[in-house]
Nanobody, 130 residues
Framework: VQLQASGGGLVQAGGSLRLSCEASGFTSADYTIGWFRQAPGRRREGVACIRNIDDSVDYVRSVKGRFTISRDNIRDNAKTTVYLQMSDLTPEDSAVYHC????????????????????YGQGTQVTVSS
């Protein structure tokens, strides 16, 4: 799977950003795609994910009500674009955001897995100034 994340940038606290992840090359229709973030000196954190077969979504508690994950309306099991709309940003949201895919984990298991995922893309930097 090829993953291309974009949309990061510098924003003031309270502002918004929308990240995009273009994904292609899936080998199964049952996968979960989502976002992880990692700030310097901190562990990787699962932020939000969506499962392809039923569009079920999950969020880490710290972003619920502020972030929304969605996908395009094109129903093509080989490719998709996933978005992460981030609002009411705080400096604690500053990190490199990575798009990832897994065929086994979904929901909270996907967000919480400490191990490697099937596919993990290059990230996009999000910096929130106070």
């Amino acid at each position: 799977v090829q993953l291309q994340a974009s949309g990061g940038g510098l924003v003031q606290a309270g502002g918004s950003l929308r990240l995009s992840c273009e994904a292609s090359g899936f080998t199964s229709a049952d996968y979960t795609i989502g976002w992880f973030r990692q700030a310097p000196g901190r562990r990787r954190e699962g932020v939000a994910c969506i499962r392809n077969i039923d569009d079920s979504v999950d969020y880490v508690r710290s972003v619920k009500g502020r972030f929304t994950i969605s996908r395009d309306n094109i129903r093509d099991n080989a490719k998709t674009t996933v978005y992460l709309q981030m609002s009411d940003l705080t400096p604690e949201d500053s990190a490199v955001y990575h798009c990832a895919v897994d065929y086994y984990y979904s929901g909270h298991s996907f967000l919480g897995t400490p191990g490697p995922l099937d596919h993990y893309g290059q990230g996009t930097q999000v910096t929130v100034s106070s």
